[in-house]
Structures are given as structure tokens and as C-alpha cells.
């Protein structure tokens, strides 16, 4: 490799990038049958991606997506901040993850990581060894997108089917087509191209590296659950989450972001002992916004994030403050 080629770190997790099923037609059972490949090998098989750029693999788990969660993102945010430290000759990193909560890590590194540089999630589909696997050329567009000029400043991302997303606003919406990932309420950043990478739209919330998010020292983020809204749903869960020791709970509720009345009382009380109770709405788009009720009773408005994001940012917010209006400025802004 030319020594004057991008210099782009790829963080392995694991997942269906790096998957080998027991045959070209296995696109169902791999992750219980088949074998997860390093990051060295994965990068490997698909030589084009040394046309690009130079790679530096960086081992991490292999594992699918459902394995990962806090922890790993605190473990995730230290290696990239420590190598953008110790490398500035890198043009960027891209990290190899499986889709089931690739939304939910990309978030909490969008949130919370102090470098400049561009970070990439990717994933796949269909896993490496299928006929007409997506994860050769998502791997090779995301490289290409983590060393682009043109990707500066747009804080974490996502690529997949050559659509560039915000970590903030993209969510998987289909368990097996390739369109997967979607921005339900404004689209997405830009295509991958071949010819270019072409970018339309920049977030205007904050992201990373300008937040206040500082994960120095924190080994842990505190415990965040969420209750699913249904027809009938009573206050068993949440009842369930106070006692395990939540320190926040996020309502998924009926849209446009209401509880049922029995689970309604439940989260009442919780907020009134001082959990911190946000409400988020199932639908998948659309803002909850801060009206009254929610005022009157100290409880957070999710804004237009869904459930799974809203945990990640009250686990975050909760590392700063415990007052509810400060959060919801937290809301807010990021």
C-alpha cells in the first residue's frame, strides 16, 4: 500500500459484517451455525478496500450487536479517544457492529466522544458469505466516508446501502431488508457514491466533540429502563424498575407520547420519588413535546427521540444531574 493513502482505524465488534454462514444461502441461521471472523479478516477479505486506504485493525469483541450496551460503549469511547490522541496521522475509524442496537452505540459515541475526527458504524444485512452480501461494499463506502472531507463536523455516523446517517436520528426499521436504516422524520445525510461522497444536510443539535458529556473516570452509567405502552398495560413494570434500582425510566408510550392510565399513575409516583421519568412515544417519529401535564408533574418531553435513544441520553444526562429541568434542557439541545 502507498504510504500516502488515508490512514483509517477499524474497530471489530463483531456482528453480521463478520459472519460466515454454513453456505452461500445461509442468511438465517449464521449467528447461531456459523463463525464471526477478526477484523483483520474481515478487512481482508475484500482487497479493494487497500486501494482506498491504509488500515489499521483494531480488535475489540466478536460478538453480535445484542452482546453490546453500556459497558462496551464507555470501553468503545476510550479507544477512540485514546488512538485520536495517539495517532493524529488518522484520517478517521469505522467501527464493524451488528445492526440490532448499532443506533443505541453510535448515539451514546455521538454524545460523548472528544475527537474530531470522523467515526463510522457499519454493518450488514446479509452476513459476509451469503450470495449478494451488502457487507463488502458497506465496508469499503464506510472507510471511504471516514477519511472524506466532506464528512467533517456531522458527529457520529452511519453507513449502510450507500446512505450516510446521523447517529442522532437513524433507527433499523426492517429485521432483514438492506434499507434497514432510516431517518424517519428528516432523511438522510448524504449517499456514498462512486464517484464521490456527497453530503446534503448537517445536523444542527449538538454532537460530539462539543458536549458536556465527560466519561473520565465513570466505570458505569446508571441504570435506565423503559416501559412499553400497550392497550391495558398497568403500573407492573415500572412498579418492577423503581424496586430493581432505576434511576430513570423512559416511557415508551402510545402516540403521540401517552401511557395508559394504570401505567400513568405508576410513573407519576415514580417521578414523585425522585426517578427521573421521560416521555418517549412508540410510534418511531414524531416529537413528544413539554406540555403541561409533563410540566405539572416533573417529567421529561423526549423531543423526537425514540425510546431506545432517549435511554441512552437520560443514562448520560443522569451522570450530570438528577433535576429534571436541567435535563430537559438536556432534551433540548442534544
Same mark, same amino acid.
Given at each position: 500500500?502507498?504510504?500516502?493513502?488515508?490512514?483509517?482505524?477499524?474497530?471489530?465488534?463483531?456482528?453480521?459484517? %463478520?459472519?460466515?454462514?454454513?453456505?452461500?444461502?445461509?442468511?438465517?441461521?449464521? %449467528?447461531?451455525?456459523?463463525? &464471526?471472523?477478526?477484523?483483520?479478516?474481515?478487512?481482508?477479505?475484500?482487497?479493494?478496500?487497500?486501494?482506498?486506504?491504509?488500515?489499521?485493525? =483494531?480488535?475489540?469483541?466478536?460478538?453480535?450487536?445484542?452482546?453490546?450496551?453500556? *459497558?462496551?460503549?464507555? /470501553?468503545?469511547?476510550?479507544?477512540?479517544?485514546?488512538?485520536?490522541?495517539?495517532?493524529?496521522?488518522?484520517?478517521?475509524?469505522?467501527?464493524?457492529?451488528?445492526?440490532?442496537?448499532?443506533?443505541?452505540? #453510535?448515539?451514546?459515541?455521538?454524545?460523548?466522544?472528544?475527537?474530531?475526527?470522523?467515526?463510522?458504524?457499519?454493518?450488514?444485512?446479509?452476513?459476509?458469505?451469503?450470495?449478494?452480501?451488502?457487507?463488502?461494499?458497506?465496508?469499503? %463506502?464506510?472507510?471511504?466516508?471516514?477519511?472524506?472531507?466532506?464528512?467533517?463536523?456531522?458527529?457520529?455516523?452511519?453507513?449502510?446501502?450507500?446512505?450516510?446517517?446521523?447517529?442522532? /436520528? =437513524?433507527? &433499523?426499521?426492517?429485521? @432483514?431488508?438492506?434499507?434497514?436504516?432510516?431517518?424517519?422524520?428528516?432523511?438522510?445525510?448524504? !449517499?456514498?457514491?462512486?464517484?464521490?461522497?456527497? =453530503? @446534503?444536510?448537517?445536523?444542527?443539535?449538538?454532537?460530539?466533540?462539543?458536549?458536556?458529556?465527560?466519561?473520565?473516570?465513570?466505570?458505569?452509567?446508571?441504570?435506565?429502563?423503559? $416501559?412499553?405502552?400497550?392497550?391495558?398495560?398497568?403500573?407492573? $413494570?415500572?412498579?418492577?424498575?423503581?424496586?430493581?434500582? #432505576?434511576?430513570?425510566?423512559?416511557? $415508551?408510550?402510545?402516540?403521540?407520547?401517552?401511557?395508559?392510565? *394504570?401505567?400513568?399513575?405508576?410513573?407519576?409516583?415514580?417521578?414523585?420519588?425522585?426517578?427521573?421519568?421521560?416521555?418517549?412515544?412508540?410510534?418511531?417519529?414524531?416529537?413528544? $413535546?413539554?406540555?403541561? @401535564?409533563?410540566?405539572? !408533574?416533573?417529567?421529561?418531553?423526549?423531543?423526537?427521540?425514540?425510546?431506545?435513544?432517549?435511554?441512552?441520553?437520560?443514562?448520560?444526562?443522569?451522570?450530570?444531574?438528577?433535576?429534571?429541568?436541567?435535563?430537559?434542557?438536556?432534551?433540548?439541545?442534544?
Amino acid at each position: 500500500m502507498s504510504a500516502n493513502k488515508p490512514l483509517v482505524a477499524v474497530i471489530g465488534t463483531g456482528g453480521t459484517i %463478520s459472519s460466515l454462514g454454513r453456505d452461500s444461502t445461509d442468511v438465517l441461521d449464521y %449467528s447461531d451455525f456459523g463463525r &464471526k471472523m477478526l477484523v483483520e479478516e474481515a478487512i481482508g477479505r475484500y482487497p479493494e478496500i487497500a486501494s482506498v486506504a491504509q488500515i489499521l485493525p =483494531v480488535p475489540f469483541r466478536s460478538v453480535g450487536s445484542t452482546a453490546i450496551g453500556p *459497558a462496551e460503549w464507555l /470501553e468503545l469511547a476510550g479507544i477512540i479517544n485514546r488512538l485520536a490522541a495517539e495517532r493524529p496521522e488518522l484520517s478517521g475509524f469505522v467501527i464493524t457492529h451488528g445492526t440490532a442496537t448499532m443506533e443505541e452505540t #453510535a448515539y451514546s459515541l455521538h454524545l460523548t466522544l472528544k475527537t474530531e475526527k470522523t467515526v463510522v458504524l457499519v454493518g450488514a444485512q446479509r452476513p459476509a458469505s451469503a450470495l449478494s452480501s451488502d457487507a463488502g461494499m458497506n465496508l469499503l %463506502s464506510a472507510v471511504r466516508v471516514a477519511m472524506a472531507p466532506e464528512a467533517r463536523g456531522l458527529g457520529v455516523l452511519v453507513e449502510l446501502n450507500d446512505e450516510i446517517h446521523s447517529a442522532r /436520528e =437513524v433507527s &433499523k426499521t426492517s429485521t @432483514y431488508r438492506l434499507q434497514t436504516f432510516r431517518a424517519p422524520d428528516f432523511g438522510a445525510l448524504g !449517499h456514498v457514491d462512486g464517484d464521490s461522497i456527497q =453530503v @446534503y444536510r448537517r445536523p444542527t443539535r449538538r454532537h460530539a466533540p462539543d458536549t458536556e458529556f465527560d466519561l473520565a473516570g465513570i466505570v458505569d452509567l446508571p441504570r435506565v429502563d423503559i $416501559a412499553y405502552s400497550y392497550g391495558g398495560v398497568d403500573g407492573t $413494570a415500572v412498579e418492577a424498575f423503581v424496586v430493581a434500582g #432505576a434511576r430513570g425510566i423512559v416511557s $415508551a408510550g402510545l402516540a403521540p407520547g401517552i401511557p395508559a392510565p *394504570a401505567e400513568r399513575t405508576a410513573l407519576e409516583r415514580a417521578a414523585a420519588a425522585g426517578v427521573i421519568v421521560v416521555q418517549s412515544s412508540r410510534a418511531g417519529s414524531g416529537r413528544v $413535546a413539554p406540555r403541561r @401535564y409533563l410540566r405539572e !408533574h416533573a417529567i421529561v418531553a423526549a423531543d423526537n427521540l425514540n425510546p431506545q435513544k432517549a435511554r441512552v441520553l437520560l443514562a448520560l444526562a443522569l451522570t450530570r444531574s438528577a433535576d429534571p429541568a436541567e435535563i430537559q434542557r438536556m432534551f433540548a439541545t442534544y
